[in-house]
Each structure stands twice: as structure tokens, then as C-alpha cells.
């Protein structure tokens, strides 16, 4: 690599993080290993000056040290342009605040600034609806807030099937639901709020309780895999609701699947990409703020965070 780069980092407050789990700090741990300078605000933080994008920032120097793993260099107010990456990096929900954050990472000049995930990528994948543009690879799915059609759809697909809100994270708000059980209306109305929210039902897929495998993809090619098994008493599998990390390899199946939507997530500008799939099926494309990779590396002896590293320091500038 020929120069050192500036990268900023639009991400959650840095004492709140967990080291050994969070994804962006890794990503800060191996840039910083490199050279680079890395700097981190919030959505407060940005702004728009006469069309131009800017943000209040800090640099922030990090060790793997926990209760001391981050310091912070005064504030300065920098135009976006200047940096040489933007990673946005903030964590689920997508809510209207970070959707106001992508509008104001479009008007950085691309030409200028590489912005990952691409912000109009961002807005258009929808973790949840985003799958449904490859049906070959998904369950069987239905998304509606009509009541009497989730029935029909539960009643067609063999009186068994999740729900999950398309805004929701983290495993928030997933039902396992049962033709039988006579809270099935209750929880269709609460789902969505009486018909006004519309959910995503799929076919329940019973190999879950094997475990949910988080892919981890750039620039669309599978690196490497976890699988989030559930404990007993839950049916969600994911690591914020308790789901336990067990180590799993890249199947053909796997690189099927990636093979499959490679061009499109590349189209996008989707680099950074966690994909879930369940029993050789995809159940949803995370790209806003993916994570897994210190699960994998912990389990694998790998250090993916080097592989994007090496993707920014490649494509960098090349505009």
C-alpha cells in the first residue's frame, strides 16, 4: 500500500461495546495495526454546510483492553470529503434517523471518498424484503398485514410458521407460530397493530434448531460462517437473545447461495454483507451493520476483519 488513509467511522458510542464481539471494533483494530487513522461520530454528529457533508469527529486510538480499550483526541469539525473511507457502521434498527444519515452520505463525491455500505444500498435492502428478490434461495414467504391472509398462508404451509416485523433487529419481535395455539389471533393483531404494520411470515424451517449460520461476505464472496444455535427454551437463535456461537464451515450450498447473489449485492455497493441461512435456505441479508467475525475468528483462528482492510486499502481512490 502506498499511503496511510483516513477512515471515519459513523457508528454507536464506543464505551458500550462489548471487544470481543463487536464487528467495527475489530474493523478499527486491524486499520489502526496498518497506520491508518481512524476517526468515529454519531448521527448528532453530522451535518450539511452549503450542500457539503461534515461531521463534528474524534480520532480515536483502541486496544484490546476491556474497561480501557478506546481514547479519544479532541473534537474537530471536518468535511466528509475528507476523509479518504466513510463506514457506516451504525447498528440496527434502520430507523428514520439513519435514514436521514444515508441521504447525507450520498452527497459525499464518490470520486473523493469511498462510503461503505453504499448508502442508496442501505436504503433499498431492507434486511428482511431484500431476500425476497431471490426466491429460489428463500422459504416459502408472505408479507402482509392482513390477518386472514397469514392464516391462510399458516393453514397452506402446514399450520406452522415464523413472523418477524421488517424493521425489527436482534431477534426483536419473532413469533413461532401454531395453527393450534389460541393465542394465534391475539399475536397477529399485536404483530400488526390490527392490520396497520405489515410482517413477513416464511415456513418455519425445523433445522433451526441446529443452528442459524451467519455468512460473512465481501465483495461477494463467502469468508466465513458461524452458526447461532439456540438455547432451549427459545426459538431465536440470535447472539443478542442468548444464541450460542459453534463453530461451521462454508458448505457448496453456501457458495451457492453467495454465488447466487453475488452481482446483485456488488450492484448495490453491498460490500460488507452477513448473510443468515437456515437449513440451505436464506432468511435474511444484513447490511447495515453486519457482525460475526470475531465469533468466527475466536472459533476458526481466522482474522476477517484484514480481508475488508485489504479490500479498502485496494479500492480506495481508484476513482
Request: with cysteine; proline share 4%.
Amino acid at each position: 500500500m502506498a499511503r496511510f488513509l483516513k477512515i471515519a467511522y459513523l457508528m454507536d458510542p464506543l464505551g458500550g461495546i462489548d471487544i470481543d464481539k463487536d464487528t467495527t471494533f475489530a474493523f478499527l483494530l486491524e486499520s489502526q495495526s496498518r497506520g491508518h487513522r481512524n476517526f468515529v461520530m454519531g448521527p448528532a454528529d453530522l451535518a450539511i454546510r452549503r450542500g457539503i457533508p461534515e461531521a463534528r469527529v474524534q480520532e480515536v486510538h483502541v486496544q484490546r483492553v476491556a474497561g480501557d480499550h478506546y481514547s479519544l483526541e479532541a473534537p474537530t469539525r471536518e468535511t466528509l470529503e475528507s476523509f479518504d473511507v466513510v463506514m457506516l457502521r451504525k447498528d440496527p434498527p434502520f430507523d428514520m434517523s439513519f435514514f436521514f444519515d444515508t441521504h447525507v452520505a450520498s452527497l459525499i463525491d464518490a470520486k473523493k471518498t469511498l462510503v461503505l455500505n453504499h448508502p442508496s444500498g442501505l436504503r433499498d435492502a431492507n434486511e428482511k424484503l431484500y431476500a425476497l428478490r431471490f426466491p429460489e434461495i428463500i422459504p416459502e414467504s408472505l408479507v402482509t398485514g392482513d390477518a386472514d391472509l397469514l392464516k391462510e398462508f399458516l393453514h397452506e404451509l402446514g399450520g406452522e410458521m415464523i413472523i418477524k416485523p421488517l424493521d425489527g433487529c436482534g431477534g426483536a419481535g419473532i413469533f413461532h407460530l401454531q395453527a393450534q395455539d389460541r393465542n394465534l389471533n391475539a399475536i397477529l393483531e399485536t404483530a400488526t397493530d390490527e392490520g396497520r404494520i405489515r410482517v413477513m411470515a416464511q415456513r418455519y424451517l425445523p433445522e433451526v434448531r441446529e443452528g442459524d449460520k451467519r455468512i460473512i461476505v465481501i465483495d461477494g464472496e463467502p469468508l466465513g460462517a458461524v452458526l447461532r444455535v439456540p438455547n432451549e427454551g427459545d426459538h431465536r437463535s440470535n447472539f443478542h437473545v442468548g444464541g450460542s456461537a459453534v463453530r461451521s464451515d462454508l458448505t457448496d450450498r453456501d457458495r451457492e447461495i453467495c454465488a447466487h447473489m453475488a452481482d446483485d449485492l456488488r450492484r448495490d455497493g453491498l460490500i460488507f454483507v452477513g448473510l443468515d441461512v437456515i437449513g440451505g435456505y436464506l432468511t435474511e441479508v444484513n447490511v447495515t451493520s453486519p457482525t460475526g467475525i470475531q465469533e468466527i475468528d475466536q472459533l476458526c483462528g481466522t482474522n476477517l476483519a484484514a480481508h475488508l482492510i485489504d479490500w479498502i486499502e485496494q479500492h480506495a481512490g481508484e476513482n
